[in-house]
């Protein structure tokens, strides 16, 4: 949640601004939470809206999943011996 900007929008609008697209999935899945604190807190009945405003910073920092082949090559750039494994055991890493 600390991703997500929460924005209250007089008389009874609550928008939730998400900077990628799986956050604001993550947002809609908490929206009846949210609605239970609210009418919980306040006894206000409130509408929770969300918006997904795209921020490259914070995409750009999030880590990248690697295919097999990457991570064979990484591995094998900190561990010479395993390339030479796979050449004498003649093994292939595509299928």
């Not at 999030?62 to 395993?82: C, E, R, T, V």
């Amino acid at each position: 949640m600390a991703m997500i900007k929460s924005e209250f929008i007089a008389p009874d609008e609550v928008r939730l601004t998400s900077p990628s697209k799986i956050v604001d999935s993550y947002a809609q899945n908490l929206r009846n939470d949210i609605l239970d604190f609210f009418r919980q807190r306040t006894s206000v009945m409130v509408r929770i809206t969300t918006d997904v405003k795209e921020n490259k910073s914070v995409t750009d920092n999030q880590p990248k999943a690697l295919s097999k082949q990457d991570i064979y090559d990484l591995m094998a750039s900190k561990n010479p011996y395993l390339n030479k494994l796979k050449e004498d055991l003649n093994l292939q890493m595509e299928y």
